[in-house]
Nanobody, 118 residues
Framework: QVQLVESGGGLVQAGGSLRLSCTASGSIFNFNFMGWYRQAPGKQREVVATITTAGTTNYADSVKDRFTISRDNTKNTMYLQMNSLKPEDTAVYYC????????????WGQGTQVTVSS
């Protein structure tokens, strides 16, 4: 069992930056697919950005050119650098780590609140 712990959330003014971290209790090397998701009040959870073991990244259109996802397998940590934050980025941000080949696995963190004031 792997535990994921997010950190780095907080309150920031519009236009500001935050860096989220997701640290695993064990190795993330075998998680071929990791990502950040967010859920705003009254809305469904949505994908923000994903990254594969090979470093291939994908972003939601709403965060392209503002957010950058990365992972450091040596530190068992994934990051989300968020720049030019907007009030609509306000949400609870969750990290996810999964292995899509046998044995399958899928882990979620507890979430970290990001609040962007206008």
């Amino acid at each position: 069992q792997v535990q994921l712990v997010e950190s780095g959330g907080g309150l920031v003014q519009a236009g500001g930056s935050l860096r989220l971290s997701c640290t695993a209790s064990g190795s993330i090397f075998n998680f071929n697919f990791m990502g950040w998701y967010r859920q705003a009040p009254g809305k469904q959870r949505e994908v923000v950005a994903t990254i594969t073991t090979a470093g291939t990244t994908n972003y939601a259109d709403s965060v392209k050119d503002r957010f950058t996802i990365s992972r450091d397998n040596t530190k068992n940590t994934m990051y989300l650098q968020m720049n030019s934050l907007k009030p609509e980025d306000t949400a609870v941000y969750y990290c996810n780590a999964r292995r899509t080949y046998y044995p399958l696995s899928d882990y979620w963190g507890q979430g970290t609140q990001v609040t962007v004031s206008s």
